[in-house]
T-cell receptor
Framework: EDKVVQSPLSLVVHEGDTVTLNCSYE??????LLWYKQEKKAPTFLFML????IEKKSGRLSSILDKKELFSILNITATQTGDSAIYLC????????????FGKGTRLSVIA | KAGVTQTPRYLIKTRGQQVTLSCSPI?????VSWYQQTPGQGLQFLFE???????NKGNFPGRFSGRQFSNSRSEMNVSTLELGDSALYLC??????????????FGSGTQLSVL
């Protein structure tokens, strides 16, 4: 059965800390891995990763994919209270009944 | 350009009733997907429509159904509601079908509470 597992499920850090969120997957017909940020209701797109070892960066956020070990990490440096959200990892498949398989998310809380 | 619009935002129903949720995708997007999000299960895929045709369906009972209109707007229907159907229902749109799309754009969802 296809699955995407995120860890930790929740995390509380102080402003300025650096956090690493993990995502491992066992999915057939892998196409790409996506990260989303869900603050209130609508998940917003962060990164799409297709190739191993190539880091994607956007400001204080960065992510990398390891297709050999089947995992990805999302790093957030110098965290701010505005980073508090649920971070979702999803694997996009080339085919299959479930094109996009999501993990359960990591709930990040950043306290001042 | 307007984003994905879902209506209503909140809905309260009782067991046994049925409900219809609506989703208007981003202009020009022809693929609409529906997801159910609960705290215990995360986001689970319901179905995907592209050009008025259902392309994929997740592992949900037949009480969950949907359709897409010629203007790409989509509706999903849940009949004979159960308590366990309480969830946030998210709609996402993309230019191409999910298997070919680079990313999905999500709406703010409909929060359904079944009493």
């Amino acid at each position: 059965e296809d699955k995407v597992v995120q860890s930790p499920l929740s995390l509380v850090v102080h402003e300025g800390d650096t956090v690493t969120l993990n995502c491992s997957y066992e999915v057939t017909n892998f196409r790409s891995l996506l990260w989303y940020k869900q603050e209130k209701k609508a998940p917003t797109f962060l990164f799409m990763l297709t190739s191993s070892g190539i880091e994607k960066k956007s400001g204080r956020l960065s992510s990398i994919l390891d297709k050999k070990e089947l995992f990805s990490i999302l790093n957030i440096t110098a965290t701010q209270t505005g980073d508090s959200a649920i971070y979702l990892c999803a694997v996009l498949r080339n085919s299959g009944n479930t094109p996009l398989v999501f993990g359960k998310g990591t709930r990040l809380s950043v306290i001042a | 350009k307007a984003g994905v619009t879902q209506t209503p935002r909140y809905l309260i129903k009782t067991r046994g009733q049925q409900v219809t949720l609506s989703c208007s995708p981003i202009s020009g997007h022809r693929s609409v997907s529906w997801y159910q999000q609960t705290p215990g299960q995360g986001l689970q895929f319901l179905f995907e429509y592209f050009s008025e045709t259902q392309r994929n369906k997740g592992n949900f009972p037949g009480r969950f159904s949907g359709r897409q209109f010629s203007n790409s707007r989509s509706e999903m229907n849940v009949s004979t509601l159960e308590l366990g159907d309480s969830a946030l229902y998210l709609c996402a749109s993309s230019l191409a079908p999910q298997g070919a799309a680079e990313k999905l754009f999500f709406g703010s969802g409909t929060q359904l509470s079944v009493l």
